[in-house]
Structure formats: structure tokens, C-alpha cells
């Protein structure tokens, strides 16, 4: 009789792989944020704020943006828990937000797109 040891630790292997960050399924999720935000060393407020340097930013310091009164003064400083909050239902974590997005429900997805926009540094370059 063969073990199934092997192929239980293959699986295993695979199901914690299937939990972690993977940043180019990030970047396809991106494209549901690009309509109105950018990253990048080129990047520039749009509809919405850039978001260079989104991890350990406080919520409405992107210069020369005109955010809600509600995001200026929400007290928020984005780290990757408060961040995946938000996007899950931008309006109810900030009433009065002026972003209207429904919001991403998937916690993997969320998790990748977190993943996605912690390498772009403040200046928009691509940190580690």
C-alpha cells in the first residue's frame, strides 16, 4: 500500500500558498481602481487621490486633492487592516465619502490588491 503522506503535504503546501498575497492577481484587481486613482512615478489625482505611498498615510493628506469634509476628518491612518475594511464598503467605514465603489467582498482579493499597492513608495517607485 503506497503512503499518502507525499500528496498530503503537497496539498497542504498548496492550500497555505492559496492564502498568501499574490501581486499580480492584485494588479488585475487594480484595474477595477484605475478608472479614477493612479500609481506610479507618474501618478496624479484623478476622480480620486493617487495613491503612492497608501500604507501608513493618513487618510485626506494627498496634496492638491479636495476630499470630503468626512475623509479629512475621519482620524484614519491606512494599514492594511483598515484598508481591507474599507474597500470591502467605502460609505460605511467613512459616511460622506465622495468614492463611490461598491466595494471588493473577496478577502483574498482584497488581501492581493493590499499586496499590489504596498510596493509603490511615497515618490511611486517600486519598493521590495
Known amino acids: ?24 492577481a492584485g494588479e488585475r484587481s487594480w484595474n ?9 512615478e507618474t501618478a496624479k489625482n484623478g476622480v480620486g487621490p493617487q495613491l503612492n505611498g497608501l500604507i501608513g498615510r493618513h487618510s485626506g493628506a494627498v496634496e492638491g486633492y479636495s476630499y470630503s469634509a468626512a475623509n479629512k476628518n475621519s482620524g484614519i491612518t491606512w494599514d492594511e487592516a483598515v484598508f481591507g475594511d474599507y474597500i470591502k464598503d467605502p460609505k460605511a467605514k467613512i459616511p460622506g465619502t465622495k468614492m463611490v465603489f461598491a466595494g471588493i467582498k473577496s478577502e483574498q482579493e482584497i ?11 511615497a515618490d511611486g517607485k517600486k519598493g521590495s
Open 32 to 40: 477595477k481602481c484605475r478608472a479614477c486613482h493612479q500609481v506610479g
Open 111 to 121: 488581501k492581493d490588491l493590499t499586496a499590489f499597492l504596498k510596493q509603490f513608495a
Open 1 to 24: 500500500m503506497k503512503s499518502v503522506w507525499p500528496a498530503l503535504a503537497f496539498a497542504a503546501v498548496s492550500a497555505t500558498g492559496a492564502i498568501a498575497q499574490d501581486i499580480s
